[in-house]
């Protein structure tokens, strides 16, 4: 997918494919590359990751709130990787979030994508718009989610969606995730992306990796919380509804039993036996 591209200097150009880009890509080039000014009450940092140099600020322009994630790498290795081998990550990121929202995954509408020249590679920036509803993490812990089924199946859906149009995500933390209940209905969107890969073709050991990684944060949660981890119940009515909403020929026993060894692999890696041992179904993978 290629996107309309205008040159802001010799040094910084933007990508945008929508015309809401123009005055908040301007107040935010000048504010984090040009250090001109931005009235403080309408910026606000909100994840500094130091190891990483990606810094997550929450922007109030024109009556509307923006994300906007500023990658600035400063290791060779990942100068290199981020610049000789892929694209920048803003542009990486702002090209992905189209991909899943012409597959129908809803996904924090992208507004622009800049980058800035430098001798041996090109930071980044990548602005997103506000989505519907409150982070998934947040409603968890005030709600639970033990005994929510119409969450699990709505989680499983969007997974199994997410999964069956070939992408995939290494790190699908429910931090990720913002849910908004509308009308009785859980309507899920993704907001963090920077984890997530399209491929062309995705193969069913790939596509398991996947889901271990996004049960195995299910578990870890509510063991956290309410000091079990998912029900055998729980866990088969999530996997019934992936598998009935992913476009791959899943068999559910397979999957199941594929499925549980693989999370005790992970989780025994993590050295999270105890959540393990709690579970009937994983412990007997022990």
Known sequence: MEFNKEKYTSKIKIYYNTPDFKGLSQRAIDYFWLDKDFLEENIEL???GTSRKIRVFKLNYDNKTYYLK?????RIDKKLQNNLFRRP?????????HKLLAAGIPTAKPIFSATKRKLLCR??????EEAPGIELAEYINENGLSGQQRLIKALAGFWGRFIGNNFIHQDPGLDNLFVNLDEDKFELTLIDIDSVYALPFLP????????????SKLHKKLFKLEHHPLT????????QEFIANCSKDFDFEKLNYKLN???VKKMIKKDRRNIVAANEKL???L
Do not use: C, P, W
């Not at 500023?70 to 400063?74: H, P, R, S």
């Not at 990550?89 to 979030?97: D, L, P, Q, S, T």
């Not at 596509?207 to 049960?215: D, K, M």
């Not at 055998?232 to 996997?239: A, M, N, P, T």
């Open 261 to 263: 060894k693989l999370i």
């Open 232 to 239: 055998k119940r729980e866990q088969d009515l999530f996997l």
């Open 283 to 285: 412990s007997a993978f």
């Open 204 to 215: 069913k050991i790939v596509a398991l990796h996947t889901l271990a990684r996004i049960v």
């Open 89 to 97: 990550e803003g542009i990486r990121n702002m090209k992905n979030a």
């Open 123 to 128: 930071d980044s920036i990548f602005v997103s």
């Open 70 to 74: 500023k990658y600035a790498f400063e």
């Open 46 to 48: 909100i994840k500094d």
